[in-house]
């Protein structure tokens, strides 16, 4: 059973070793048939334990592929980062770094537009600011032609949000 895996089921290994015969072999068969199991034949005595020895050279260079693998990643990771050097210098911030915070912010307003409704070609979406700002919201969105605003003051079935303004004084550091 896996530990990292908390719904995986418990396995069961069963070994069944009898003296080979054709009516033997056929009932034992039947028997591990009507499991929902695997079967497996071992070989014979004088070759398990090169079986074994081959198998564990197989592990052996499978983790070697994977180490190398894993190193030459991290290898290729390092040079796509230097890659942003400007005037011979490199820039104190990582190109992976700045990527990374890119696909965040693309992800954040992809989730945004996701949560708009679609009606006659256009988005519509709510969203909560600040009494105050109301009127500066409205300068700089009028400046786009397919934007209008409609403040909603009353009669909303809007859970509203549980920011609470502070200032330098109330703010906990």
Request: net charge negative; charged share 25%; aromatic share 10%.
């Amino acid at each position: 059973m896996d530990a990292d895996d908390p719904e995986a089921k418990p396995r069961c290994v069963y070994i069944i070793t009898y003296y080979d015969g054709a009516h033997i072999r056929e009932k034992i068969q039947r028997i591990c048939d009507s499991f929902s199991g695997q079967r497996f034949n071992l070989p014979e005595t004088h070759a398990i334990g090169e079986q074994i020895q081959r198998m564990a050279d197989s592990i052996k260079n499978q983790r070697n592929v994977f180490d190398r693998t894993r190193q030459q990643l991290r290898q290729q990771l390092m040079e796509f980062d230097n890659i942003a050097e400007e005037n011979g210098m490199q820039k104190a911030s990582s190109t992976i770094f700045i990527y990374k915070m890119f696909l965040a912010q693309e992800k954040a307003l992809y989730q945004s537009l996701n949560m708009m409704k679609t009606q006659s070609g256009g988005l519509i979406g709510y969203f909560w600011s600040p009494g105050e700002y109301e009127q500066e919201i409205r300068d700089r969105l009028s400046s786009q032609t397919a934007t209008k605003i409609t403040a909603i003051k009353d009669n909303y079935a809007i859970e509203p949000p549980t920011y609470n303004k502070v200032t330098d004084f109330t703010f906990v550091s």
